[in-house]
Each structure stands twice: as C-alpha cells, then as structure tokens.
C-alpha cells in the first residue's frame, strides 16, 4: 500500500510540479524504472481489463454473423465454372472473366480470373490477385492498406494438370465446414491465452521501448541543455526524462479516449515539458 501511495505521489507531481525533478534526479535509478514500469503497467492492464470486458460483446456480433460468412463463401464460386490448367496455360468455359468483389473496400475487388490479361495489367484491375492464362500475381508488401510490392508465380511451375469445378469446390467445403463450428472456440482459445501473454510480457517490452525512445529524445534535451549552459549530465536528463514522459503517455491516453487525431503532438509536449523543467527556477519567498 505504501509502494502504491509513493507512485501515485510520484505520477501527481511528475505531471504538475517541475520543481519536482531535483528531487528525482538524487534518488536512486531502480526508483525511476520501477516507476516507469508501473506506469506502463497500469496502462496496459487497464487496456487488457478493457477489453476483455468488450470481447463477449463481440463474439455475440461475430457468432450472429458467422452463418453469413459461412453461406457467403459456399456461394462465391459459380456454378457453371470450369478451370483448366494444362501445359502450363490456364484456361476456363467462359468469355468474361470471374470476379471476386471487395465491397466498398480497397483494393475493388479481391481476386480476378482473367486469362486473356498480361501480369503487366495488374495495376489497372484494381485487384489483390489477378489470375492470367499463364501465371498469377499477387501482393507481397502493403503499405496503408495499398499493395507496393507483388510476386508472381508461373502455371509453368506446377507438376500436374488439373480441372476445377463447382463439384470439387463444394467438397472442400465439405472438409472445412465441420471446423467452423470449432471456429469460436478456437477464437477464444486465441484471444485469452493473448491476453495472459499480454498481461505477462507487454508491460516488460513496452518499458524497454520507452526506455530506448529516451535514449534519442534525451540526447536532443541535453543538447539544448548544453547550449543553455544548465548543467545537467545526460543521465540526470534521462532520469528526468521517465518520469517526465508520464505526460506525453498520459496525453495519448486522453487523445485515444476521446478518439481525437492528435497523437502525432505527443513527442512534441515531452519535449516542452523537458525544457520547462530544466529552464525552471522556484520562486523566491
């Protein structure tokens, strides 16, 4: 209980107080770690609470919709659809080409089957996956959901010929569809054992990350230091650094509460609030 007064005596005045940080910088370094990690920690076990809270109501929506899905991908394929691949060309019983859409998404569509397409056209297909009479391309590198790099394999390649239709289609499905209704199951199985993992490692690597974060951003405060003449060594910059990065950590907090986009200025305010820290001078009485 008094470890838990000390960081919230320690949080109250690392965000309000810059007179504060002397005080920091002559305590012991493993009290700034253990309060950087406790932050941390507190964090994202509030996340983790949070969304375990938030993960029943969801699998209620993903179960209502899981017989849609189901349905959705049994209808995909067509009917009458005849894929052949045969010395290495690739040829189907229709004239236009088969087209999996995407919504309203982007890329259009999902896949396109179009054997009179080139491998150089798939740009304007607006597509995942083009399939053409000789090889199919497909997505190796996204960037913001936009493909940048593709690779492609040739129907050269495969060892047998082959026919696929309707038929062979459905007893796929067939194969697959007693796993589907494991498929929640699994899910939770995934989703909690993730949690507990969480829970065990994420505050541990969240804390190295800031750690390492520190390093550069604190070289740039003690540069300015330098120029100003302060006099702080870089390890007291740094000490002052985690605690001073509770205010940059809880301003994301807040920004993602309220669903602001605003968190491209959380480096910024750590280094505001770095500067009035070491420029402070208490008032005299």
């Known amino acids: ?48 609470v949070s969304f375990a809270f938030k993960y029943p109501s969801l699998r209620h929506r993903f179960k209502e919709y899981l017989p849609t899905i189901v349905n959705n991908i049994k ?23 088969f087209i999996i859409e995407n919504g309203e998404k982007k890329p259009r569509n999902l896949l396109v089957l179009d054997p009179k397409a080139s491998t150089n056209e798939y740009p304007s297909y607006d597509t995942y996956i083009l399939v053409t009479e000789d090889a199919y391309i497909y997505p190796s590198r996204f960037s913001n959901s936009t493909v ?26 067939k194969e697959i569809n007693p796993f589907t209704k494991k498929l929640l199951f699994a899910i939770d199985i995934l989703v909690y054992s993730s ?10 690597f969240v804390t190295l990350f800031k750690m390492i974060e520190l390093v550069i951003l604190s070289f740039l405060v003690w540069i300015i230091n330098l120029i100003f003449k ?35 200025f959380s480096t910024p305010i750590f280094l505001i609030w770095m500067i009035i820290i070491i420029f402070y001078k208490k008032a005299k009485v």
Request: proline content about 4%.
């Open 1 to 48: 209980m008094k470890k838990l007064k000390t960081f919230f005596y320690s949080l109250k005045r690392s965000v309000s107080d810059p007179s504060y940080y002397r005080e920091i910088i002559k305590t012991k370094f493993d009290f700034s770690l253990k309060y950087l990690f406790f932050l941390v920690f507190i964090i994202t076990t509030a996340h983790l």
């Open 195 to 204: 949690l507990i993992i969480l829970f065990v490692f994420a505050s541990f």
């Open 148 to 173: 940048t790099q593709t690779n492609i394999s040739y129907f050269k390649d495969f060892k047998k010929d082959f026919k696929f239709n309707r038929q062979d289609y459905d007893n796929i499905i």
């Open 75 to 97: 209808n995909v394929y067509p009917k009458d659809l005849e894929i052949t691949i045969k010395d290495g060309r690739l040829s189907t019983n229709r004239d236009k080409p």
């Open 230 to 264: 302060k006099k702080y060594q870089y390890g007291d910059i740094y000490r002052i650094g985690m605690h001073a990065v509770t205010v940059p950590i809880l301003y994301k907090e807040l920004i993602k509460l309220f669903h602001l986009p605003l968190q491209a």
